[in-house]
């Protein structure tokens, strides 16, 4: 009995499948706690209890997001003895996030609104740009800072950086050799922790700055 040849899919077909499986990307980041997971997995694999100390959610809530998101293929996870790793299921999803925040912030002015807010308070810190970081870096004029968690600065970390997670920074501001020239960096535009880490170090009478970006946009520069 001879075969029936399968049948050729139409354009518009083809579009629709296309666009419904596309939209379960989409779908999975309307949540803005899936959002906050994704961020801090871009700056380096974690575990649920990690991720909910961060986030501030119960292990059951983070755990049921990670789902959504191991459906989306967003993430993977591995096994280090009794704890689950989860991480980026690809660096391109870091990537994407980058764009993500860059749109959000050109697009929705509710954006610069909030952020501009904050920064209200922090007035008095001074910011410096990647190029005058690099700059000072290669003569050795300043002390580079990484004030992510110790997880986050060992899974990548910008040349010539001192780990100092925010749990540890005030003994290490009182050992701080005088005088000093600090940058400080922490996950990117929207990480406050570098912030705050500077406006401690101003108040000492330290010369300090907060680096524009974080690690992903000095990567992203470099390449």
Known sequence: MESVPEAIPSAKEFKNELFQQLARVGKCLSSDKRL???S???QGPKSVEKLAQVTEM???N????????????LVKFSKKGTYVIYSLADPSIAAFLFALWQI???????VS??????????????TLSLEEARAKIETGEIILLDVRSRDEYEAGHLSGAISVPMEEFEPYLHNLPRPAEVVVY????????????????????ITAYKLEGGEHEWLKEAN
């Open 58 to 60: 119960s292990v059951a």
């Open 62 to 73: 983070v755990s049921r997001h990670l789902q959504v998101l191991l459906d989306a293929r």
């Open 36 to 38: 906050e997971v994704l």
């Open 104 to 110: 959000g912030e050109s697009q929705l002015a509710e």
């Open 40 to 42: 801090l997995l871009a």
């Open 113 to 126: 609104r909030i952020r501009q807010e904050f920064l209200h308070h922090y007035e008095d810190v001074r």
């Open 186 to 205: 922490c996950r990117g535009p929207y990480c406050i922790s570098s912030t705050q880490a500077v406006a401690k170090l101003q108040r000492e009478g």
